[in-house]
């Protein structure tokens, strides 16, 4: 049997794998990498592999090809979508089928490092693919983009924005956060907040709606440990004004009310 690694890259250029094992391998990762859907499969399905980083557009199928029979073979198996066909329906598709992280190329070295670590952790942990929201207020309605984030829909209208459960624990020590300002417009599927942690780790959040932001939480920048601890009320992430709700919320999961 051949030796385990940690991460299986499925990709048909040699750069990207290349540049992928520069960031991963410092970090005491080991890596292997499969070019075809139809390769990709063999060793996954074969070897003990922890993570699989997969691109979109293969030479023999298509990269939501892999993603689903990936999910069939092992529903545990986290998998983020690197990719150069990064569009906002590609990136709805991803979370909706149940890849952890949806990462463009030519993609930042903190933030490819941010969305193995991160899954990595959350997998070590034994966390299930089923995202959960303890729901309490009957009025207000709760959905998610898969897992990554979740969303409040007021009776209003209004929503608020928080990190889905694969971030709180699983983002190291967090430094600092970058929010986008008041006023300004954020598209369901971009990114809507950045984390970085003291390793230089990038945690991207993107966003479950298109809107405008009313409000950001200034709370967070001088207590970064909201995130951790009380993530879904007091370390929320942005209020924002949907614009286009009705046509997007089919893009989204909604949550049982406990």
Known sequence: MAPKH????????????????????????SVDHAGTVAEGLSKADSQGFNLVLADLMLPDHSGFDLVTELRRLRPELPIVVVTGYATLESAITCFKTGVFDFVAKPFETGELLGSVQRALRFQAAGKTSESHF?????????????????????????????LGVTFPHFMGKTLRIELPESGTTILQGNACAKIINREGEIHIVRAPLTGSVLEINSQLPGNMKLLDIDPFNRGWLVRMAPTQLKSELQHLTGFARC
């Open 134 to 162: 303890e729901a309490t207020d009957n009025n207000i309605e709760y959905y998610g983009l898969g897992k990554h984030v979740q969303v409040r829909v007021q009776p209003s209208g209004l929503a608020v924005v928080t």
């Open 6 to 29: 940690d991460i299986l890259i499925v990709d048909d250029e040699p750069i990207v794998v290349l540049s992928a094992q520069r960031t991963l391998v410092p970090a005491g990762l």
